[in-house]
């Protein structure tokens, strides 16, 4: 009994009863035929009465009554049509979180390029934690209408994907700079607020934030030893080495993560470039003698 | 600088490469894993990226099981779609038994598979693995059902099918509301195809009921594709599903016309009448 239509073909018997034609060898119901299928012990209500077929039409005859399936097809797809209304209001509703992250994410940009002015860092920190409050009550609404469609986390997933990407983009490039390590993916969620939550990041979008942050740091360092930090590209050059590393131990298929970690190291030579650059005219200090946070040292 | 960690990663590709489940790998595994800690110089971005390694395999592994499962459904569900193409006046029930028994083989040997690959686990993320398979069973599963019964198999009544296939502690894979109607959208190419060749064998009252049950799924269509999740396959389908019916309307529509000289002939089943309708070929 696997198998529903199979429990229909009792009924299809007589429902393909077209025969008034006159091609009645193959059209009779045949009672031996159902005899012999032990599958047709439940025939479904609704497949006898869609088989009516008293309600045959002639090519010939004027067409007044309703074909005899639209009952049953206007039913299901009138629930097709509700079920549709339902998520695609859903959609609208992931969307427009989504497009209040992206602003609240223009806003941190917008704070974090001071960085490359050399502005002061706890200044831009501030700047930028407000923001991050923000953030984090974004995704906490995410959460909550992802919540009304259990387990269909990815059916919507392209909602909010690349704000996402760029959210953790920002949040490594903060932690970064406050920390000198990597922001972990548990870590990343613990930011937004999401440790507890049912609504996580999908780990190929942290990755490829994490590779979008990556694109950040040649800027960075240029500037900064143009500010006068020659330690700076040691430091940047270490912590991408170790990152493009790391990410070769990822077993990567051809999409958009992959051609994003090749081009990681494109940035990784700009960074090489300019520690060249300061090594060579022997600007770079040995060790670990610089201190963080000397902007404007000249 | 890059020489340690060139070879630690050919460590780790031995490491994951291993990862396949079928394979026995787990010594192979572990012994990977602790050479790999011993020879890193300290990078504490791997440690975490390790993790990241291993899930990523396990994703990209099973996606590839679900796409192989997803190839074979759709070789298979073709198999039985030509076999209800071969479908005549003399025959009809040798055909569709057969194209049954095909189908059920569909299902127990392929989409089983797939239920097991996707047990417990979100079916939205692996959509785009098995969905070309699925709306291929989904068009043979209603194509067959339609020349059975003449009447269209509901999404409900495929999805209880499949139910018996699921781990009953688990959530049960379910055919979603998308991946049926782009099948259903599928099946009216074969449904004009079915039309035109049952109309040159006189089957004028079968091609008639064709007619109106693909119009009746364009016309229902045309509501519910512009909310299909933003699946721009659909816009696609939707004008091909319209050309479909048309052809199958003019063919009616010829028969109705220029052939009703003919329609005795066709009728009757008097093999001295040659066929009058070649060219609707």
Request: with cysteine; net charge neutral.
């Amino acid at each position: 009994m696997r198998l529903a239509f199979r429990n229909a073909s009792g009924a299809a018997k007589l429902s393909i009863n077209l025969s008034e034609a006159g091609c009645s060898s193959f059209l009779n119901p045949n009672p031996s035929f159902i005899n012999t299928c032990p599958i047709h012990h439940h025939i479904s209500p609704r497949n006898a009465v869609v088989s009516n077929p008293s309600r045959c039409h002639t090519l010939s005859g004027a067409e007044t009554h309703a074909p005899p399936f639209s009952a049953l097809m206007d039913k299901q797809f009138e629930a097709f049509r509700q079920h549709l209304e339902e998520s695609g209001s859903l959609r609208d509703r992931f969307r427009a979180v989504a497009t209040q992250i992206e602003a609240t994410n223009r806003n941190i940009n917008s704070f974090l390029l001071l960085i490359h002015q050399s502005r002061p860092m706890p200044e831009v920190l501030e700047k930028v934690n407000s923001e991050i409050d923000v953030l984090k009550r974004l995704f906490n609404q995410l959460a909550e209408i992802a919540r009304e469609c259990p387990g269909q986390y990815y059916r919507y997933h392209g909602n909010w994907k690349s704000e996402t990407q760029a959210v953790v983009s920002l949040l490594a490039f903060l932690h970064w700079l406050e920390t000198g390590t990597l922001l972990g993916h548990a870590e990343a969620e613990q930011k937004l607020g999401l440790d507890k939550s049912e609504f996580r990041i999908d780990v190929e979008d942290y990755l490829i934030g994490i590779c979008f942050m990556a694109n950040d740091l040649p800027r960075y360092v240029v500037n900064r030893v143009t500010a006068g930090d020659y330690d700076c590209p040691r430091k940047v050059m270490k912590f991408l080495t170790d990152l493009h590393a790391a990410f070769r131990m990822l077993n990567l298929r051809n999409d958009f993560l992959r051609k994003k970690f090749d081009g990681m190291k494109y940035d990784q030579r700009k960074v090489e470039e300019v520690y060249y650059d300061v090594k060579i005219r022997g600007l770079a200090v040995d060790g670990d003698t610089m201190v963080e946070g000397t902007e404007g040292q000249q | 600088m890059l020489k340690p960690s060139r070879s630690l990663y050919k460590l780790c590709s031995v490491m994951l490469s291993s990862h396949t489940p079928n394979r026995p790998s787990e010594a192979a595994t572990k012994r990977a894993r602790t050479m790999t800690t011993d020879s890193s110089s300290p990078n504490p971005i791997e440690a975490a990226f390790s993790g990241y390694a291993d899930y990523l395999n396990q994703l990209n592994d099973k996606r590839e099981r679900v796409v192989k499962a997803s190839r074979d459904i759709t070789i298979n569900s073709k198999k039985v779609i030509f076999e209800v193409h071969r479908i005549s006046k003399h025959n009809k029930e040798k055909v569709l038994e057969k194209a049954n028994k095909n189908l059920a083989a569909v299902v127990d040997q392929h989409i089983s598979r797939l239920v097991k690959e996707l047990n417990g686990t979100d079916f939205w993320k692996l959509r785009r693995a098995y969905s070309p398979g699925i709306q291929e069973y989904v068009e043979a599963a209603t194509f067959y059902n339609f020349c059975r019964t003449g009447s269209l198999l509901t999404l409900d009544e495929m999805n209880a099918a499949l139910l018996p296939l699921s781990d009953p502690f688990s959530k049960p894979l379910k055919i979603n509301v998308l991946d049926y109607l782009l099948g259903l959208a599928d099946l009216t190419g074969e449904l004009m195809r079915l039309a035109i060749v049952r109309l040159s064998d006189g089957e004028l009252e079968f091609a008639g009921k064709i007619c109106r049950f693909a119009q009746e799924i364009h016309r229902h269509m045309t509501v519910l594709a512009p909310n299909m999740d933003g699946d721009t396959d659909m816009t696609f389908k939707m004008d091909t599903m319209l050309q479909s019916v048309m052809k199958i309307e003019n063919a009616c529509y010829t028969v109705h016309v220029r052939g009703s000289e003919n329609i005795p002939l066709l009728g009757s089943m008097d093999p001295s009448y040659p066929m009058m309708l070649p060219d609707l070929e």
